[in-house]
DNA sequence: AACAAAAATATCACATTATGAAAATTTAGA
DNA sequence: TCTAAATTTTCATAATGTGATATTTTTGTT
């Protein structure tokens, strides 16, 4: 592990103790915890208990592992975007969860990928889908993802393009460039992004930009089903209201037409 | 700014750092951040730099200032605890949340507060209440709080008083130890809590414990409203409700009877 | 536009600070 | 109870982070 120039070795270390322990749901003990990360056990034994004085991990009583507190749910919910997206959006996206009575989701752009805020689901419908919020999924592949970079300039989705690699999910997902762009430009002259399978088989769903007051795509909303309800007339009949609905969305962030 | 033995400086700093931008929905310049956190502005530019360079902050290209990424949101919300409530209660809590017709929360306990890990509101019934999720919460003035402490071991409801201080915020606040000491008494015997406009002035609530497979009160589930609708009546009716609610989620976290 | 002032970023010699080997202690297993 | 493993503490040392200074960039003013 060496340093990158212009780095503080001891934060690159308790940074990656923090993402690891994110990644452990019961826990670590310190050796493994050390394993996971390449650290001296001692080195690991210091960091983490930094991190316990200021509250962002414990060892756990009751297993002896070291685990995550609230303090970082906490710190992440402050983040500002989050608390503006959520104030405005959450009431819309409930309405639209609960008459079209399907799930619905909010996710923010964030670097070159989107991180899912917030999830309405209607009562009762209960479909299997990996969503949750706080979940991190790349753009090519998403409904969401696809309806953001349509509105981004060609050179943002270049770079975007260029420097992720693009795993296959199902038949139906866009690996090549040039049908990429073919699609966002379907996506454009539409208004709206359709993810037909291409991230999880079995699931199909609209997506709709929403804007800030700079007009840059910063979050989009989409209503997700199965394949089997998400069809031709159904989408016929969704999509006024999920338009409409990141419209004002859009509106609440500044964006005027 | 004296390191603690065993601590780490440099992490010590970032961390104030990262707490600092978590508190500035705006972001801060490096100037302001070096002021807020009392570093030298060219330590401040180095340390922030390293959160940057893991995707934790970013210099906001079009205000120049910085401020956190969804990064954070991300590790926060993996927080397993946060996962093991959330998967379990929600269906629950939008419904508590129908029947009800009034605002639904979820807190987990984290040391010696409580941290709001969801809210389910009911449509229209737009109530001032300055609670979110992620908010944190002292015990001693909130129902959920409240009715956490009652199932706590004295020793520790005393070690956790004896700890904090507590500000008065409304008339109703409890503030003297034996008071609560009857307080939880009643709220034991009872089986729920009540926080009559402890915290927030003209807002009532009822709350109950969630408990773990070992016994322990780790959650709580709260239904809350302005004191003219929770009147007596109110509560009578929405009383087995909650606690219905509250079973069936403890049961769900393994506890039995 | 040109200048001045302020803010942000980069450099680097140095002393402070983090490091990890080793010892001491605690915990778990037989 | 004993043994082994895991965790925690200590401490000498060198590597690392620090902040003064220099450079560059940005911002505001005439």
Not at 81 to 93: E, F, G, Y
């Amino acid at each position: 592990m060496s340093t990158a120039p212009g780095s503080v070795q001891s934060i690159d270390r308790t940074l990656s103790i923090l993402e690891t322990l994110s990644a452990a749901p019961l826990g670590l003990s310190l050796s493994d915890l050390a394993a996971a990360t390449d650290l001296h056990i001692s080195t690991a034994h210091r960091l983490v208990n930094v991190l316990a004085e200021h509250g962002y991990a414990l060892k756990d009583p009751s297993s002896g592992k070291y685990r995550l507190t609230l303090r970082t749910f906490e710190i992440g919910s402050r983040v500002s975007s989050v608390w503006n997206l959520l104030s405005s959006a959450k009431p819309q996206l409930d309405e639209l969860a609960a008459v079209s009575q399907e799930a619905v989701h909010l996710v923010e752009r964030d670097g070159h990928g989107i991180v899912y805020l917030y999830k309405a689901e209607p009562f009762q419908q209960l479909v299997r889908m990996d969503s949750h919020v706080g979940l991190r999924n790349p753009m090519y592949c998403t409904g969401v993802g696809k309806s953001i970079l349509a509105l981004l300039p060609p050179k943002a989705v270049k770079e975007i393009w260029e420097t992720e690699a693009h795993p296959v999910f199902s038949p139906h997902t866009i690996v090549d460039f040039s049908d990429m762009q073919k699609e966002l430009d379907r996506i454009r002259s539409r208004g709206y992004a359709i993810d037909d399978e291409e991230h999880e088989p079995g699931v199909r769903c609209i997506a709709a930009a929403i804007r800030n007051w700079a007009g840059a795509p910063v979050a989009a909303i989409s209503i997700s089903a199965p394949v089997s309800r998400m069809d031709a007339q159904a989408m016929e009949r969704l999509l006024p209201r999920l338009l409409e609905t990141s419209v004002q969305i859009s509106r609440m962030m500044g964006f005027s037409d």
